[in-house]
């Protein structure tokens, strides 16, 4: 009895895990450094990661939008503009932040696919002094 409520807790668990990946994907495209670098012109470019990161370096023209306040800033953006976003390639509130912008009427949202760990474009570096 007790295997059986195991597995399918586990079951139910890997459903819902799949359900999540693949309404993330529906929602946005996740694209390489080249097509993130030709669609910034035209988007919002923001950065999803804590602000001491973003303040270190971050790519140029973005604005740090950090997770926990991500709901509270989407007044800021524009619907009738591609959102662009990216984060280290781990990428913990990037799946989070895609179904918000979906939830608020975004439709044309874009994800650097490797996160900015493996960014090769322009960036905006500081050094902070210790």
């Known amino acids: 009895m007790i295997t059986a409520l195991v597995w ?12 999540n990946y693949f309404r ?12 993130f670098k030709t669609l910034m012109p035209k988007g919002q470019l923001i950065d999803l990661r804590d602000g001491e990161s973003f303040r270190r370096k ?8 950090q997770a ?12 009738d503009k591609p959102v662009l ?3 280290n ?13 979906k939830k608020a009427g975004f439709t044309d949202i874009y994800v650097l696919k490797d996160g900015f760990d493996y960014w090769d474009g322009k960036v905006k570096e ?3 002094k210790s």
């Open 8 to 19: 399918l807790i586990l079951l139910g668990f890997i459903a819902w895990l799949l359900w």
């Open 24 to 35: 993330v994907r529906q929602a946005a495209q996740f694209v390489d450094n080249d097509t």
């Open 58 to 65: 971050h790519i140029l023209g973005a604005r740090n939008f």
């Open 68 to 79: 926990a306040q991500f709901k509270d800033s989407l007044s800021a953006l524009r619907k």
């Open 85 to 87: 976003l990216y984060e």
């Open 89 to 101: 390639a781990r990428g913990a509130n990037t799946a989070r932040s895609i179904l918000t912008l």
């Open 126 to 128: 500081t050094k902070i």
